[in-house]
Nanobody
Framework: EVQLQASGGGLVQAGGSLRLSCAAS????????IAWFRQAPGKELEGIAA????????WSRDPLKGRSTVSIDAAKNTVYLQMNNLRPEDTAVYYC??????????????????????????WGKGTQVTVSS
């Protein structure tokens, strides 16, 4: 069974850092784009960044404005989202999602993931990030 498991959220004070993890299982990790999204209370789902598992190409929507970095550990089938200098407005549920890049250009895949997240086939359960002021 194809699964993604997001973890690493929690309560942090403003200015603090968190590293979220997205662990993949049930599928070969070679040809996928993994994207991070977040949804704050009362707001729409927002794309953060995406990375490909084969060659670590990256695309960023940068809602955290330079305060986030996406990375991958292919040996662990895990993608990370490092977030620094967190602000109360970063409070949200953070999700990871996956789409294969085996049939389409990775850049197009990532762009499509951000443009039409409802069409993404694999989602992990979210992890709550709460930033206190």
């Amino acid at each position: 069974e194809v699964q993604l498991q997001a973890s690493g959220g929690g309560l942090v004070q403003a200015g603090g850092s968190l590293r979220l993890s997205c662990a993949a299982s049930g599928f070969t990790f070679d040809d996928y784009a993994i994207a991070w999204f977040r949804q704050a209370p009362g707001k729409e789902l927002e794309g953060i960044a995406a990375i490909t598992t084969r060659d670590m190409m990256q695309w960023s929507r940068d809602p955290l404005k330079g305060r986030s970095t996406v990375s991958i550990d292919a040996a662990k089938n895990t993608v990370y989202l490092q977030m620094n200098n967190l602000r109360p407005e970063d409070t949200a549920v953070y999700y990871c999602a996956a789409e294969t890049t085996a049939r389409r250009d990775p850049a197009i895949t990532a762009a499509t993931m951000f443009r039409a997240p409802n069409a993404i086939g694999v989602w992990g359960k979210g992890t709550q990030v709460t930033v206190s002021s």
